[in-house]
């Protein structure tokens, strides 16, 4: 029973892992529907960047925000140079120019900071807590994981619902044009929508870093499970990626923890097939919308 | 004033509008009128700065407008009411509306621009927080030209509003059209397939043809004269 | 679409079948040729070409002309390549048995795949494919007993007739399977089910609309590329002589979506350019940063850069690669030509397919 708890508890802090990478994914998708390959990548970059920034003798949380403001200049830099000249062309480029993002980005972290392994420090303890007499696989860095994304989570909302930033956003992201005619200025917003997609990204890099092997490739499992993860919960919902981040940490978690971690991407696989085939839109996904 | 000189715009190797010259008027509703594909939506078009031209030029005011960008001369006091009308779906009533006032109009003055345009088109009261995607044809031509109306354009484009009302629905709309249009200084270009009712509130009419322009006099010798009510507008 | 090679073909009389075979009797004479003149390390090479021609011919059918994604087809070479290998090291079984084998497998998982992605646009089926890609290789170092672990399996090239040294032969057995695919591929898109790749790949509500089953054409244009695929897995097992997980990363999934667009997507002639940079480009980079100073752990992902760049610049400045830059050069020399009075062969209303 107790396996079955830690388990679980795995689940929900690899979950909100994903769901902070899925975050950027759905922020993405919402301004400028483009599903951004490269995020986990772009989060990677940042997260080497960190590591030089600590070993440059920086501390940690001074380090921690400097991380997320150059994932806020990496997002809109990426958006300017790499996806606004593919505006209005076929919806299959940008998504190749993503890969091709991908894999410049991985041989660059390598080329530049070649094969060494090396370690990247959490935030906080990463020993369990202790709950009653036991030990939990609950650590304090996963409790830092739970609020970090949260917080990031209700920030989101509270921009996209409340503000008329928000308003302008979302108005940008669904109607490009009319808003447009409205006095919206678009091209800065998408921009915006890709900068805030950077901080995310960022973020799901230095909470991965310290339970990974922190290689180029660090993210790339992050970012396949953070794309099942926005596809559960609906492409462009970040209550969604929430939920369907969860889902998809704790199935992970389950296959890992009883059938073992190399099925895990397998387990995935399946779920990613299953999502699609049942509900392609996603579980918070609004209705479809008509043009008139 | 809207002043259009010699304006051509072509679209790939089709000629859309072929040297248009206009004049339209503050304070009354100039008509643009003609067939299917005679250029009139192109003209909208490129007036608030979707299309660019291959020569003219268009000034508003004495403020040449070609080369500024869609936002800017939105900015500029033009709203652009487009075919298909624009409703933005997936955003409620109130937040259409109110997107349109975010860059004019400060924080306390919104809620009174809201109230004005709500008293002239109270069908939308109890609509406010509903989606605009589950509004009727009718509703979203006035949610749309509210939104218009609610930043107080200098110049105003309409493009086809008639189009799918019922005639008592339209009937409505050109009346309140008219009655903000008299007595302001607002510019009104109005695009329509349905010239009657266009003629029955404009003052002037000016008519295209497989992009250019064919009549332009007063709206009253337009509706009279017969030969050319059944050529290009069909009636 | 008339190009220098349609109109060679052309020379050969008939039914679009002897003229590809024609022209493929033709290459494979003139490889023949090469490949003796040639020492066994550069026979290596071509044979490595050949190879990726069988994969990117695949691939270019399904995405150029069937319209579906795919960043998950080094999955399937390692399909091909582990079956290869597990049937050699079990089994006594007959080469070409093995071969078709390889083949039959990728293709099965292809209809695996092929059946979800049936319901996919582009962005979900290229993050399904990718997921796919990373999925695959783990489950090989899972069952580590079996499939070989780190070390992988082993693979044996059947022994060489007479006296014809290993290399040149297996360059012939790679080069005669490229050979064969193009063939199959060329007059497949040029029979109804390459119509009927292309109309689904356009619209596929007109193309139901016509009475082509889309579900079915699309797993099929997978299953066949699926298969190519695995063809080709099963081939580079043998160039390397050893076929484990590490021969298979995401990286080759992508190498290979970046050759096909660089080569030119849609196109089979192109495939040659495109494997062509994917054998030399990891030389050509290495002497580059060598020539730049940079250390030799560099070198390596250098060559994976410059992949990536070669996508996003594709993408942005030529995105129909290098046959399509061929075919507007020889299009602009045509209308030249045509224009300084020449009798001009009348542009056929009937598509030729894709050379």
């Known amino acids: 029973m107790s396996l079955f708890i830690n388990i679980t508890l795995n689940g929900v802090s690899d979950g909100m892992i994903f769901a902070a990478l899925a975050l950027s994914l759905v922020l993405i998708f919402r301004a400028t529907r483009i599903v951004n390959f490269a995020q986990g990548a772009m989060g990677m970059m940042t997260t080497f960047i960190a590591s030089t920034l600590l070993n440059r003798g920086l501390s940690y949380w001074w380090m921690f925000v400097s991380v997320l403001v150059i994932g806020f200049v990496f997002g809109a830099l990426v958006e300017r140079v790499l996806i606004r000249p593919l505006q209005g062309r076929s919806e299959l480029n940008p998504v190749i120019v993503s890969i091709g993002l991908l894999v410049v980005l991985e041989g660059l972290a390598g080329a530049i900071y070649g094969n060494a392994s090396r370690g990247f420090p959490a935030a906080y303890s990463q020993s369990g807590l202790t709950v009653g007499h036991t030990k939990i696989a609950f650590s304090h860095f996963d409790v830092f994981i739970l609020v970090a994304v949260l917080v990031v989570m209700g920030a989101l909302l509270v921009l996209f619902r409340l503000t008329s930033?928000?308003?302008?956003?979302?108005?940008?992201?669904?109607?490009?044009?009319?808003?447009?005619?409205?006095?919206?200025?678009?091209?800065?917003?998408?921009?915006?929508?890709?900068?805030?997609?950077?901080?995310?990204?960022?973020?799901?890099?230095?909470?991965?870093?310290?339970?990974?092997?922190?290689?180029?490739?660090?993210?790339?499992?992050?970012?396949?499970?953070?794309?099942?993860?926005?596809v559960i919960g609906g492409l462009e919902s970040p209550v969604g990626a929430l939920i369907g981040g969860l889902i998809t940490g704790l199935a992970i978690s389950y296959v890992g923890g009883y059938l073992g971690s190399g099925l895990q991407p397998v387990g995935a696989l399946v779920l990613l097939i299953v999502a699609l085939m049942i509900r392609p839109e996603g579980i918070f996904s609004r209705p479809p919308s008509r043009v008139v | 004033m809207l002043e259009i000189s010699d304006l051509s715009v072509s679209y790939g190797a089709v000629r859309a509008l072929s040297s248009v010259t206009l004049t339209a008027e503050p304070g009354a509703i100039t008509a643009i009128l003609g067939a299917n594909g005679a250029g009139k939506t192109t003209l909208l078009r490129t007036v608030s700065g979707l299309v660019k031209p291959r020569s003219g030029s268009v000034r508003f005011d004495g403020e040449e407008m070609l080369g500024t960008a869609v936002e800017r001369i939105a900015r500029r006091g033009v709203a652009h009411v487009p075919e298909g009308r624009g409703v933005i779906e997936e955003l409620t009533v109130e937040e259409n509306l109110r997107l349109a006032t975010l860059w004019c109009i400060g924080r306390r003055a919104r809620g009174a621009a809201m109230a004005e345009i709500l008293e002239l088109f109270p069908a939308l009261v109890p609509l406010r927080q509903r989606h605009a995607s589950t509004l009727s044809g009718g509703e979203r031509q006035m949610l749309v030209i509210g939104r218009a109306l609610i930043s107080k354009p200098r110049l105003l484009l309409l493009d086809e509003p008639s189009l799918g009302l019922a005639p008592m629905v339209t009937a409505t709309l050109m009346a309140i059209l008219r009655r903000q249009t008299e007595g302001s200084d607002m510019t009104v270009l109005l695009v329509e397939q349905n010239a009657r009712s266009a003629l029955s509130v404009s003052e002037h009419a000016v008519v295209l043809n497989l992009g250019a322009v064919v009549l332009s006099d007063s709206a009253a010798a337009v509706a009279a004269n017969d030969e050319l009510r059944h050529m290009y507008l069909g009636f | 679409m008339d190009?220098?090679?349609?109109?060679?073909?052309?020379?050969?009389?008939?039914?679009?079948?002897?003229?590809?075979?024609?022209?493929?009797?033709?290459?494979?004479?003139?490889?023949?040729?090469?490949?003796?003149?040639?020492?066994?390390?550069?026979?290596?090479?071509?044979?490595?070409?050949?190879?990726?021609?069988?994969?990117?011919?695949?691939?270019?059918?399904?995405?150029?002309?069937?319209?579906?994604?795919?960043?998950?087809?080094?999955?399937?070479?390692?399909?091909?390549?582990?079956?290869?290998?597990?049937?050699?090291?079990?089994?006594?079984?007959?080469?070409?048995?093995?071969?078709?084998?390889?083949?039959?497998?990728?293709?099965?998982?292809?209809?695996?795949?092929?059946?979800?992605?049936?319901?996919?646009?582009?962005?979900?089926?290229?993050?399904?494919?990718?997921?796919?890609?990373?999925?695959?290789?783990?489950?090989?170092?899972?069952?580590?007993?079996?499939?070989?672990?780190?070390?992988?399996?082993?693979?044996?090239?059947?022994?060489?007739?007479?006296?014809?040294?290993?290399?040149?032969?297996?360059?012939?057995?790679?080069?005669?399977?490229?050979?064969?695919?193009?063939?199959?591929?060329?007059?497949?898109?040029?029979?109804r089910f390459g119509r009927s790749f292309r109309a689904v790949r356009d619209n596929e509500v007109a193309a139901a609309l016509a009475g082509v089953h889309v579900a079915r054409t699309k797993v099929l244009a997978f299953s066949i590329s699926a298969g190519c695929a695995g063809l080709a897995g099963a081939f580079l097992g043998l160039s390397t002589g050893v076929v484990s997980t590490g021969?298979?990363?995401?990286?080759?999934?992508?190498?290979?979506?970046?050759?096909?667009?660089?080569?030119?997507?849609?196109?089979?002639?192109?495939?040659?350019?495109?494997?062509?940079?994917?054998?030399?480009?990891?030389?050509?980079?290495?002497?580059?940063?060598?020539?730049?100073?940079?250390?030799?752990?560099?070198?390596?992902?250098?060559?994976?850069?410059?992949?990536?760049?070669?996508?996003?610049?594709?993408?942005?400045?030529?995105?129909?690669?290098?046959?399509?830059?061929?075919?507007?050069?020889?299009?602009?020399?045509?209308?030249?030509?045509?224009?300084?009075?020449?009798?001009?062969?009348?542009?056929h209303g009937v598509s030729q397919g894709s050379t």
């Open chain 1, 165 to 230: 930033l928000g308003l302008r956003m979302r108005a940008s992201a669904f109607a490009g044009e009319v808003s447009r005619l409205l006095g919206v200025r678009v091209g800065l917003l998408l921009t915006l929508g890709w900068a805030l997609a950077g901080v995310t990204g960022a973020l799901s890099g230095l909470l991965v870093a310290p339970t990974s092997s922190f290689s180029p490739y660090f993210m790339d499992l992050v970012l396949v499970y953070a794309f099942t993860a926005a």
């Open chain 3, 3 to 191: 190009t220098p090679l349609t109109r060679l073909g052309r020379t050969v009389p008939g039914h679009p079948l002897a003229r590809h075979l024609g022209l493929a009797l033709g290459a494979g004479a003139a490889l023949y040729f090469l490949t003796s003149a040639l020492s066994p390390y550069n026979d290596f090479e071509v044979g490595e070409i050949a190879l990726y021609v069988v994969a990117l011919s695949g691939l270019s059918l399904l995405t150029g002309v069937n319209g579906q994604i795919s960043l998950g087809h080094g999955a399937f070479m390692a399909v091909g390549a582990y079956t290869v290998a597990l049937l050699m090291n079990h089994t006594g079984a007959n080469f070409v048995l093995e071969l078709l084998a390889a083949v039959g497998t990728s293709a099965a998982l292809g209809v695996v795949i092929g059946i979800p992605a049936t319901r996919l646009k582009g962005p979900y089926l290229a993050g399904l494919t990718l997921l796919l890609a990373l999925a695959l290789p783990p489950i090989a170092d899972k069952w580590s007993n079996t499939f070989g672990g780190d070390q992988g399996l082993t693979t044996t090239v059947p022994t060489a007739p007479g006296s014809l040294n290993p290399e040149e032969w297996l360059c012939w057995i790679q080069v005669l399977g490229a050979l064969v695919t193009v063939v199959l591929l060329a007059n497949l898109l040029q029979s």
């Open chain 3, 247 to 347: 021969e298979f990363p995401l990286t080759l999934s992508i190498q290979l979506l970046a050759a096909m667009v660089v080569g030119g997507t849609g196109t089979l002639v192109g495939m040659v350019w495109g494997a062509v940079l994917l054998v030399y480009l990891p030389q050509w980079s290495t002497s580059l940063s060598n020539q730049f100073g940079l250390g030799t752990g560099v070198n390596a992902y250098l060559a994976t850069i410059i992949f990536g760049a070669f996508l996003i610049g594709a993408m942005l400045i030529a995105p129909s690669g290098i046959q399509g830059g061929l075919r507007w050069v020889w299009q602009r020399a045509r209308g030249a030509m045509s224009a300084a009075g020449a009798a001009t062969n009348v542009q």
